[in-house]
């Protein structure tokens, strides 16, 4: 008896230890991150118990005790069923964190990453009122809660976040969490994202090169245009070894976003902030410190890529087939009525090839939608269509 309360005892201090290193001091918010103590027969099924109480737990903390009563069958027929230990689909990983067997008892303590936004998904699929996405974010402080100046600029892109795996610095784990903390941030600004398992699901289907419209565009862009994202942001990151000091690990590192249009793989532009953070363990400093960063420097990427909507941009912009000189009027009042045209010159004309010099605020989209909605009923441009889109060209065919 006296061994068995050595060892609650033992496990206690793990668990609040545990805790203490792997949530900041007064949060915010809710980050998903769960700390779990179950026992079972074998290490497997105590490891299973532990994993479905993390996520039971997380969704408490969504919806409430409240709804959680309410719901507790939907739930748990969906969610939290047991069979094939299904709630295991809503953690992005975790970690053993203690373990003992004692009288053929085995317990387990672990520290779950639930997939937040994957869990509010589903739990409104399912018709359970959820909280604030922005409200679900431990690093989302009142400042990261404000809209962005001038941020409905953006309400009619979509993005896409992610990563070059090939090239990755930080493990891929880690990586997966840093965009899902940027699409909750995306969603605090009511702005529309590709879910992560959108671009898998892609991949599986193995239609990623099939894409015949450019000649060699990065993996990246391909799926971004398959998914319809006008902007993909491509995620990177780094983290030192740390150093130990007085009882916690410091480790140094920074993340890098940059953004890009997905038709035409043009910049929009880059930020890298570098920061410090202390943990109980090195693995929990660097997972703080990567995923306290990812939404502020969205934040920063958010506000350059109005900045880079709002100044203007050269475009050469070609026109073949038969054009002529009333054609060319036509089509040159259309770009004159945009609003965000600021100038426009014809630097070379033929019956079968016209090109334009224009100045214009705003994305290649943004300009394209506008000489669709204003020549799509005019005569000789019916057949409107676009050829060819590269950095800061594009060729029209009518």
Do not use: W
């Given at each position: 008896?006296?061994?068995?309360?050595?060892?609650?005892?033992?496990?206690?201090?793990?668990?609040?230890?545990?805790?203490?290193?792997?949530?900041?001091?007064?949060?915010?918010?809710?980050?998903?991150?769960?700390?779990?103590?179950?026992?079972?027969?074998?290490?497997?099924?105590?490891?299973?118990?532990?994993?479905?109480?993390?996520?039971?737990?997380?969704?408490?903390?969504?919806?409430?005790?409240?709804?959680?009563?309410?719901?507790?069958?939907?739930?748990?027929?969906?969610?939290?069923?047991?069979k094939y230990n299904h709630a295991r689909k809503y953690t992005v990983s975790h970690t053993i964190l203690g373990r003992n067997k004692d009288n053929g008892q085995h317990t387990v303590t672990i520290r779950a990453w639930v997939n937040v936004p994957k869990l509010v998904m589903t739990l409104s699929e399912l018709g359970i009122k959820t909280k604030d996405p922005a409200s679900l974010s431990s690093s989302q402080t009142g400042d990261l809660k404000k809209k962005i100046p001038g941020i409905d600029a953006l309400k009619r892109e979509s993005f896409m976040v992610h990563f070059d795996e090939e090239n990755l610095n930080i493990p891929l784990e880690l990586a997966t969490r840093a965009v899902q903390r940027i699409n909750g941030y995306l969603a605090s600004q009511n702005l529309n994202y590709i879910n992560k398992s959108?671009?898998?699901?892609?991949?599986?289907?193995?239609?990623?090169?099939?894409?015949?419209?450019?000649?060699?565009?990065?993996?990246?862009?391909?799926?971004?245009?398959?998914?319809?994202?006008?902007?993909?942001?491509?995620?990177?990151?780094?983290?030192?070894?740390?150093?130990?000091?007085?009882?916690?690990?410091?480790?140094?590192?920074?993340?890098?976003?940059?953004?890009?249009?997905?038709?035409?793989?043009?910049?929009?532009?880059?930020?890298?902030?570098?920061?410090?953070?202390?943990?109980?363990?090195?693995?929990?400093?660097?997972?703080?410190?990567?995923?306290?960063?990812?939404?502020?420097?969205?934040?920063?990427?958010?506000?350059?890529?109005?900045?880079?909507?709002?100044?203007?941009?050269?475009?050469?912009?070609?026109?073949?087939?038969?054009?002529?000189?009333?054609?060319?009027?036509?089509?040159?009042?259309?770009?004159?009525?945009?609003?965000?045209?600021?100038?426009?010159?014809?630097?070379?004309?033929?019956?079968?090839?016209?090109?334009?010099?224009?100045?214009?605020?705003?994305?290649?989209?943004?300009?394209?939608?506008?000489?669709?909605?204003?020549?799509?009923?005019?005569?000789?441009?019916?057949?409107?269509?676009?050829?060819?889109?590269?950095?800061?060209?594009?060729?029209?065919?009518?």
């Open positions: 008896m006296p061994g068995k309360i050595f060892l609650i005892s033992i496990l206690s201090l793990v668990v609040l230890y545990a805790q203490a290193c792997g949530k900041p001091v007064k949060p915010r918010g809710y980050d998903g991150v769960e700390v779990v103590t179950k026992v079972g027969d074998n290490y497997f099924k105590a490891i299973h118990a532990a994993i479905r109480v993390a996520v039971k737990t997380a969704i408490i903390k969504i919806i409430g005790p409240d709804s959680y009563r309410t719901h507790r069958a939907t739930i748990n027929n969906t969610i939290l069923k047991t959108q671009i898998t699901s892609l991949k599986k289907q193995r239609q990623i090169m099939d894409d015949e419209d450019l000649t060699s565009p990065s993996a990246l862009q391909i799926m971004a245009r398959k998914l319809h994202a006008d902007v993909y942001i491509l995620l990177n990151a780094r983290v030192d070894d740390g150093i130990y000091q007085k009882g916690k690990y410091i480790t140094r590192g920074s993340l890098s976003l940059t953004a890009f249009e997905s038709s035409t793989a043009r910049g929009l532009g880059s930020v890298e902030l570098s920061h410090t953070k202390k943990g109980g363990d090195l693995t929990d400093a660097q997972n703080q410190l990567i995923l306290e960063t990812a939404p502020r420097a969205a934040k920063r990427l958010l506000a350059s890529i109005i900045s880079y909507k709002s100044r203007p941009h050269l475009y050469i912009l070609i026109i073949q087939g038969n054009i002529d000189h009333e054609a060319r009027k036509t089509f040159q009042r259309s770009l004159e009525k945009d609003p965000n045209t600021v100038g426009i010159s014809l630097s070379s004309a033929t019956k079968r090839h016209v090109r334009y010099e224009i100045r214009y605020k705003g994305m290649t989209r943004d300009l394209l939608d506008g000489i669709f909605r204003r020549l799509k009923e005019k005569d000789g441009f019916e057949a409107l269509k676009v050829k060819l889109l590269r950095r800061k060209g594009i060729t029209l065919t009518i």
